[in-house]
């Protein structure tokens, strides 16, 4: 249902906005019935392309930088077994950017 549907955040609504311009086809924050459930940040469907933009709660920082969470990892890797190709957009490399960068991201 709609209502129970996650906003989209700032980060999420600046990588769609790109794809937009690029004349990207897709849908966002859809539950993927056919992947037990999960739900996709962007999704690319005739492509079977599901895009995460992946914020600071996605990942754990250490001594090295930032590593993706067990639950980040588990879910990227449970999508690619039903089948999606993930891409991982993550927030410090996307803030890092600039316009055109972005658009060859």
Same mark, same amino acid.
């Given at each position: 249902?709609?209502?129970?549907?996650?906003?989209?955040?700032?980060?999420?609504?600046? +990588?769609?906005?790109?794809?937009?311009?690029?004349?990207?086809?897709?849908?966002?924050? +859809? +539950?993927?019935?056919?992947?037990?459930?999960?739900?996709?940040?962007?999704?690319?469907?005739?492509?079977?392309?599901?895009?995460?933009?992946? $914020?600071?709660?996605? @990942?754990?920082? $250490?001594?090295?930088? @930032?590593?993706?969470?067990?639950?980040?990892?588990?879910?990227?890797?449970?999508?690619?077994? @039903?089948?999606?190709?993930?891409?991982? +957009?993550? @927030?410090?490399?996307?803030?890092?950017?600039?316009?055109?960068?972005?658009?060859?991201?």
């Amino acid at each position: 249902e709609a209502s129970q549907r996650a906003a989209p955040s700032r980060l999420q609504r600046s +990588v769609a906005a790109v794809l937009r311009q690029m004349n990207v086809k897709f849908v966002e924050e +859809v +539950v993927l019935s056919d992947a037990g459930g999960y739900s996709a940040d962007i999704l690319l469907q005739k492509r079977r392309v599901v895009v995460e933009v992946d $914020g600071p709660s996605h @990942f754990v920082q $250490g001594p090295g930088g @930032f590593a993706a969470s067990g639950a980040t990892l588990l879910k990227r890797r449970q999508l690619q077994c @039903f089948g999606y190709h993930v891409v991982s +957009v993550p @927030f410090w490399e996307w803030d890092g950017m600039g316009k055109a960068k972005r658009r060859r991201y």
